[in-house]
Nanobody, 121 residues
Framework: QVQLEESGGGLVQAGGSLRLSCAAS????????MGWHRQAPGKQRELVAR???????KYADSVKGRFTISRHNAENTVSLEMNSLKSEDTGVYYCNAQVVEGFWSPAKNYWGQGTQVTVSS
């Protein structure tokens, strides 16, 4: 089993910054993609940013230029630096990882428990 532990959410004023962190632990052989999704009230969960093991990065158009994702492969961690926050960035942010637990194992998708980000206008 694999656990994803998130930290760093909170309340911030519009224009402010927050940093989210996520650490994966447990039965890990390697991790393919790691990333962040978010879900606003009444909306579907959406991709915010993801990074492959090789360092390729994808951002949602709505966060390009404001958010930066980074990953530390040796420590199985991923972070999301969020700047110039807007009220529409409010939501629960979930860490996500595609984990391979053994040499012959397929990748499994794991999710963190979510951390609340609230941006006040």
């Amino acid at each position: 089993q694999v656990q994803l532990e998130e930290s760093g959410g909170g309340l911030v004023q519009a224009g402010g910054s927050l940093r989210l962190s996520c650490a994966a632990s447990g039965s890990i052989f390697n991790i393919r993609d790691m990333g962040w999704h978010r879900q606003a009230p009444g909306k579907q969960r959406e991709l915010v940013a993801r990074v492959t093991a090789g360092g390729d990065i994808k951002y949602a158009d709505s966060v390009k230029g404001r958010f930066t994702i980074s990953r530390h492969n040796a420590e199985n961690t991923v972070s999301l630096e969020m700047n110039s926050l807007k009220s529409e960035d409010t939501g629960v942010y979930y860490c996500n990882a595609q984990v391979v637990e053994g040499f012959w194992s397929p990748a499994k998708n794991y999710w963190g428990q979510g951390t609340q980000v609230t941006v006040s206008s």
